[in-house]
């Protein structure tokens, strides 16, 4: 293997050491220094792998992201090489790495992968779903104004849809994506993916949200929109606009995110929301 320069992203497990590529193990032994989300984790991977990690380990996570982005690009900048892993799947994919790899590249440091386990993708190829063109949407607003407005936005995509959530906030999430989508809409929940006891259900939405038991890591996976070529009422109109405007867009955001939803003039659907 060549010598290790710069940064490299390194997915990890989503649960299954097994999947650990040689790659991976090569990186973590090599590189100087390891930044992790979590660095208990990484030791027990380490363990579960049977190898050791001879460079310096720091912890980089979304508290801290910010103040040890410029320490690790300064290491970079004095020839060590870093390897960034997080807790499970692809650095930068709802996880820290993107800030550290946008720096790296402006400070004109090599950047490379040494590709893993994605959820994403492990999802798609398990829900059923068309898989040819999709959108990944990561973890949706919390708070329930936003979420629903941001559901609103996206009740007319034609592409496959996939979605990260909490335990705590997914019955939230799935009853929003009925009143958004309609309950019969084809989905499929994917829980503790590759780990010893993965689920996967697939089902219309409303009998997802009537699930009772709904625990570990969790990727939603909808189908998207059947195209339609019908003009929703100027009623239906008005309140998604209003839906927008209530969870903190101004008009104007509103009505743009409404016409691209059903493929309508800006223009129109500004005019419309002001005239009532």
Not at 170 to 179: E, I, Q, S, Y
Not at 228 to 246: G, K, N, S, Y
Request: with cysteine; net charge negative; hydrophobic share 45%.
């Amino acid at each position: 293997m060549a010598e290790v320069t710069g940064l490299v992203l390194c997915g990890a497990p989503l649960g299954n050491p097994a999947d650990a590529s040689a790659r991976l193990r090569q990186v973590l032994t090599d590189v100087d220094l390891v930044a992790a989300e979590d660095t208990r984790r990484l030791l027990r991977l380490a363990r579960d792998l049977d190898i050791v990690i001879p460079g310096k380990i720091v912890s980089y996570f979304e508290g801290n992201e910010e103040r040890r982005t410029p320490e690790l690009v300064e290491a970079m900048r004095d020839g060590q090489s870093v390897a960034l892993v997080t807790d499970g799947g692809m650095p930068s994919v709802s996880d820290p790495g993107y800030r550290l790899v946008a720096a790296a590249l402006t400070a004109g440091l090599p950047v490379t992968c040494a590709p893993g386990p994605s959820a994403v993708t492990t999802a798609l190829a398990l829900s059923g779903l068309p898989c040819d063109r999709f959108c990944f949407e990561g973890f949706l607003p919390r708070k329930g104004g936003e979420r629903r407005a941001r559901l609103a936005a996206l009740a007319a995509e034609e592409r496959t849809l996939v979605f990260f959530e909490s335990t705590h906030r997914v019955k939230d999430t799935l009853a929003d994506l009925v009143a958004a989508f309609g309950g019969d809409r084809a989905a499929a929940l994917c829980r503790e993916l590759t780990k010893t006891y993965e689920e996967v259900r697939r089902a219309p939405l409303a009998e997802l949200a009537g699930l009772e038991e709904l625990r570990g890591e969790l990727t939603l996976v909808v189908a998207g929109a059947t195209p339609d070529t019908t003009r929703p009422t100027d009623e239906q109109l008005i309140a998604e606009v209003a839906a927008h405007v209530a969870a903190g867009s101004s008009r104007r955001d509103a009505a743009a995110a409404v016409a691209a939803a059903h493929h309508l003039p800006k223009r129109d659907v500004y005019d419309l929301s002001t005239r009532r």
